[in-house]
């Protein structure tokens, strides 16, 4: 079982910043992608920002190039921090992770309770 933890929603003005963390406890394996995704009202939930133990990355085509997702392997955390902020990022963002034993292992998902995040114009 692994347990998320998020911190650091809030309300920002258009063209701030904020910081999103995650803090992962439980058994963590090596084969695990820990990632950001999004909720806004009335749509559905989105890939922000994924990234693997070995750090590569993946980001949704709407935050690239203002979104940087970062991870501490050791300490379980992932990071989000969020830049040049539009009204449009507005949303509950979830942070997620998927991991697996081993390759011929079954994949478990666990998410995170979610933090809103509002961006006013």
């Known amino acids: 079982q692994v347990h998320l933890l998020e911190s650091g929603g809030g309300s920002v003005q258009a063209g701030g910043s904020l910081r999103l963390s995650c803090a992962a406890s439980?058994?963590?394996?090596?084969?695990?992608?820990m990632g950001w995704y999004r909720q806004a009202p009335g749509k559905q939930r989105e890939l922000v920002a994924a990234?693997?133990?070995?750090?590569?990355?993946n980001y949704g085509d709407s935050v690239k190039g203002r979104f940087v997702i970062s991870r501490d392997p050791e300490k379980n955390t992932a990071s989000l921090q969020m830049n040049s902020l539009n009204p449009e990022d507005t949303g509950v963002y979830y942070c997620?992770?998927?991991?697996?034993?081993?390759?011929?292992?079954?994949?478990?998902?666990?998410w995170g309770q979610g933090t809103q995040v509002t961006v006013s114009s």
């Open positions: 990234i693997t133990r070995g750090g590569s990355r």
């Open positions: 439980g058994t963590i394996y090596t084969m695990s992608t």
């Open positions: 997620n992770i998927v991991q697996k034993e081993s390759s011929w292992a079954p994949q478990d998902e666990y």
